[in-house]
C-alpha cells in the first residue's frame, strides 16, 4: 500500500532558526515521484519540489533543501533561516501508479514562525 | 506556464441545492485533471480522477451521482455537488498534469459551506 507518513503534526519556531519537517513514504513501486507543496492560509497550495524515484540527489533552492534517502524512504524538507512568511502547512506526497498520476498527502505538517 | 484557475474560490449555498465548481487549464491542455477534499485540519483526499471525454474515476467511498464530474475539453472540469448537505462542506481543489505524468499544478480551491 501507498502511504506517507508526517509525523510532525505542528513545529513552532522563531525567525531565523532553521527546521527540518519530515516526511517518510512507503511504497511497492520502483518508480514514483515525491512533492512538498505549501499551504499558506489563504489556501491554495504551492508547488515546492518534485523528485523521481531514481534520482537520490540532494536539492537546494536558496533557503530550502531537500534530503531524500531512499534506504530510509524519506524525504525531508529543510527551511534555513526561517522566516514568519514560511508560516504554513506543509505536505509531503507521493505519486506512483503510472500515467493516472495518483497522488497520496501525508497528513501535513503546520509550521510557525514567531518573530 | 502551467496555471490551473478554480472558480468559484468561496460558496454558500442552501442545503439541498446544487453547486457547481469548475477547474480551468489556462496555458495548457489536460486528458486528466483530479479533484480533492479536505476537510478543515486535515489532509486532501482524492475524490476522483477526470479523463477528458470520458467518465471520470471515482475513489473508493465517493458517490459519483453526488459528486458529478464532466471533463468536456481539454482545458475544463466540473465538479457538481448535487443536492448538497451540511457534511458536505469542506474545500474542493483541482489539480492537473501539464506533462501528462507527474507535473501537478493545483487550482487555489474552493470553500463551500453548505447550510
Known amino acids: 500500500a501507498q502511504k506517507v507518513t508526517q509525523a510532525q503534526t505542528e513545529i513552532s519556531v522563531v525567525e531565523k532558526e532553521d527546521v527540518t519537517l519530515d516526511c517518510v513514504y512507503e511504497?511497492?513501486?520502483?518508480?514514483?515521484?515525491l512533492f512538498w507543496y505549501k499551504q499558506p492560509p489563504s489556501g491554495e497550495l504551492v508547488f515546492l519540489i518534485r523528485r523521481n524515484s531514481f534520482d537520490e540527489q540532494n536539492e537546494i533552492s536558496g533557503r530550502y533543501s531537500w534530503n531524500f534517502q531512499k534506504s530510509t524512504s524519506s524525504f525531508n524538507f529543510t527551511i534555513t533561516a526561517s522566516q514568519v512568511v514560511d508560516s504554513a502547512v506543509y505536505f509531503c506526497a507521493l505519486g506512483y501508479g503510472g500515467s493516472q498520476g495518483n497522488l497520496i498527502f501525508g497528513k501535513g505538517t503546520k509550521l510557525s514562525v514567531k518573530p | 506556464g502551467a496555471v490551473v484557475s478554480q472558480h468559484p474560490s468561496w460558496v454558500i449555498c442552501k442545503s439541498g441545492t446544487s453547486v457547481k465548481i469548475e477547474c480551468r487549464s489556462l496555458?495548457?491542455?489536460?486528458?486528466?485533471m483530479f479533484w480533492y477534499r479536505q476537510f478543515p485540519k486535515q489532509s486532501l483526499m482524492l475524490m476522483a480522477t477526470s479523463n477528458e471525454g470520458s467518465k471520470a474515476t471515482y475513489e473508493q467511498g465517493v458517490e459519483k451521482d453526488k459528486f458529478l464530474i464532466n471533463h468536456a475539453s481539454l482545458t475544463l472540469s466540473t465538479l457538481t455537488v448535487t443536492s448538497a448537505h451540511p457534511e458536505d462542506s469542506s474545500f474542493y481543489i483541482c489539480?492537473?498534469?501539464?506533462?501528462?505524468?507527474?507535473?501537478?499544478?493545483f487550482g487555489s480551491g474552493t470553500r463551500l459551506t453548505v447550510v
Open positions: 511504497t511497492r513501486d520502483t518508480t514514483y515521484y
Open positions: 496555458d495548457f491542455q489536460a486528458t486528466t
Open positions: 489539480s492537473a498534469s501539464l506533462d501528462g505524468n507527474y507535473g501537478y499544478t
